[in-house]
């Protein structure tokens, strides 16, 4: 027979205990449990301060200048063009990880990021090839 001796006036209900947080992931296909809560769910992450915002606002700034001062800078066209496309790279990685937050999120979505970025840098390419402008 239960013990329904909480049940009564006056006397304390007994305290749940806390469910235990799994450390490993539910296996593919099967639903997790109320036992078995993601760490990433009850973890928060730590995002930086505004002070590390700015700096990556005037990074992207003194980047941008650099790419105006390289139009008027007499070199090489091919040359011209590849310093353009790293600091395009570079700055897009940036605006991606900090503003999009893709530093701090799953490693699944960097992935995304950087496939999407490839894929665009071969289509510009072909297209510059296309045009003649790569010569």
Do not use: N
Request: hydrophobic share 55%; net charge positive; charged share 10%.
């Amino acid at each position: 027979m239960a013990d329904t001796s909480h049940l009564k006036p006056g006397v304390k209900q007994p305290q749940a205990a806390a469910a235990p947080v799994a450390t490993a992931p539910a296996t593919s296909g099967q639903a997790p449990s109320a036992q078995t809560t993601s760490v990433h769910a009850t973890a928060e992450h730590a995002h930086p301060g505004p002070a590390v915002y700015v700096k990556v606002a005037l990074w992207l700034g003194i980047a941008t200048a650099i790419e105006v001062g390289l139009y008027y800078l007499d070199m090489p066209h091919g040359l011209f063009i590849g310093l353009l496309l790293f600091l395009m790279i570079v700055k897009f990685s940036t605006v991606a990880a900090y503003f999009m937050h893709l530093k701090f999120d799953a490693p699944i979505f960097r992935r995304l990021m950087v496939m999407g970025i490839t894929l665009a840098i071969v289509v510009y390419s072909i297209v510059l090839l296309t045009f003649g402008i790569l010569r």
